[in-house]
Structure formats: C-alpha cells, structure tokens
C-alpha cells in the first residue's frame, strides 16, 4: 500500500506564504508526476499544479507565478510553496501521486487526505 501525507497548511493573512508538503511512502518503486489540487466549499476540486519526475511543470491557470512546486525523489516528496496568498486560496489541498509499485506494475494514482489552508482576508 501506498500512502501521501500531507503537512503544512494552517491560517495566513492575505498577502502572506506558507509551503506545503507532502510525502509519499510504502510499496514505492518509482513515482511519475505528483500534484497538488484544491477544493473550495461548494466548488469542483481544480488542478493548482504537477510536476514529473524529469520537472516539467504545470499550473492552473490562477497561480498566476504566484505558487511554486518542487519535489525531491530521493524523499519521494513534493512541495508547493505559496506566495502572495489570498482569500480566494481558501481550501483544501490535496496532493496526489502516480505510483509504480515494481517494474511490472502499472502506475496507480494515490491521494492524499488533504490539508486545509485559509487565508484571511
């Protein structure tokens, strides 16, 4: 089994960082992209951002420079460091991973249990 474990959300003012991390353990062989998402009460969960693990990029189209994602492989972790953050960032972030478990295995999509983040405004 595989498990993502999120960490490092909490309160902030508008206009103030906070990074969040999120570590990925267990039958673990290789992991291909790992990502961030976020849900808003009442709103569809919507990408923020994926990174592979060559790191090619992708944002949602919000950030706007605004947020950063990294990952170290050899942690099996990936980052989202938060900039400029506002009211409208009120959420809960998710992280996710695609995880192969041995070389024969297909890769499998895992999420993690979310970790909320409000900015006051």
């Known amino acids: 089994q595989v498990q993502l474990v999120e960490s490092g959300g909490g309160l902030v003012q508008a206009g103030g960082s906070l990074r969040l991390s999120c570590a990925a353990s267990?039958?673990?062989?290789?992991?291909?992209?790992m990502g961030w998402y976020r849900q808003a009460p009442g709103k569809q969960r919507e990408l923020v951002a994926t990174?592979?693990?060559?790191?090619?990029?992708n944002y949602g189209d919000f950030v706007k420079g605004r947020f950063t994602i990294s990952r170290d492989n050899a942690k099996n972790t990936v980052y989202l460091q938060m900039n400029s953050l506002k009211p409208e960032d009120t959420a809960v972030y998710y992280c996710?991973?695609?995880?192969?478990?041995?070389?024969?295995?297909?890769?499998?999509?895992?999420w993690g249990q979310g970790t909320q983040l409000t900015v006051s405004s």
């Open positions: 990174i592979t693990n060559s790191g090619s990029t």
């Open positions: 267990g039958s673990i062989f290789s992991i291909n992209s």
């Open positions: 996710n991973a695609a995880v192969r478990k041995d070389i024969r295995s297909a890769y499998v999509l895992y």
